[in-house]
């Protein structure tokens, strides 16, 4: 038997360990992007998902509230009815909120009216910056259905893991604007009917 | 080919659970789920899953009494625990250890760690 023995040029094997490496850090780069697009997609469905089987106004919220709370990490907010006439915004629920104390918005408050009338996500560069109520906002997600805002979610402070709300959670809220805003219409006229 | 890993998920919000599902069930595992710490406990002797994910605040049992009440079982016992937990102090880490569990991960759960912690426990 006889033993054949390799005597590479050394430069050359350097060459293909550092092409392989390179690889290799390509397709685990690749594989992280996959499975934090397959969280997001989980997400995404969940939200949907669980906002298509509520029937009532009470159900809707207790969905936006999960949402919040669990896949975006926010202990403190509210989500507010939002009447055309003013506008003004009254609490219907939320999480560690003194009701009392945070009742209704500001209807004068540039972030509010900002929300309102565009109907548009506004996450503020520094939550600190225009605070309502004295506490620092993360976020103003107006539920919409059809170009009318019907309600607000007011996102206070997010926990302490979670300094900031990045790209892929403004997705997952514009999802929730759209769908509970739809939800929370569809349960009112629901509850109308009746 | 061996059968797929069973975890049970416990969580009293469908959200997260229907996410937690989601993406467990997409990287082959077997999922199995509870909405308090009482039918985790008992979802858990009936099924005897490879691992627990635990939600720490659920109606009727929290999750730490849940953990504990595995542990005092023999049946139970040996079956890996991550605590799922909203507050991330050392203490509240520490309270999810001495009850019992294995790992944690914290709210909102970022699905790439917890995978990583899922494949270190009960492997692929």
Known sequence: MTVQTLSPDPIVLERRVAVLEAENIQLTERALGAEQRLVRAAQLYATVSQLHQTAETDEVVIVVKEIVANLLGCEEMGVYDVWPQGPVCTFVDGIGLDADRFGTLPPTHALVRQAIATGALVVPADPAAEPIHGRPVSALVPLHDQGTVCGLVVMFQLLRQKPKLDAGDQDLLEAVAAHAGRALVHARLREATR | ?124
């Open chain 2, 1 to 124: 080919m061996t059968a797929p890993k069973t975890i049970l998920c416990a969580d009293d919000s469908l959200t997260a659970l229907t996410m937690h599902q989601m993406i467990l069930k997409s990287h082959g595992y077997r999922v199995v789920t509870a909405q308090d710490g009482f039918e985790a406990v008992t979802k858990a002797g009936a099924e005897r899953p490879d691992l627990i994910l635990m939600d720490v605040v659920m109606p009727r049992m929290t999750g730490f009494e849940a953990v504990k009440q595995l542990r005092n079982d023999a049946a139970t016992k040996g079956i890996p625990v991550i605590m799922v937990t909203t507050r991330a102090e050392p203490k509240v880490i520490e309270t999810c250890f001495q009850a019992g569990c294995n790992d944690y991960v914290n709210k909102p759960v970022d699905g790439a760690v917890l995978l990583s912690k899922v494949r270190a426990l009960v492997g692929v």
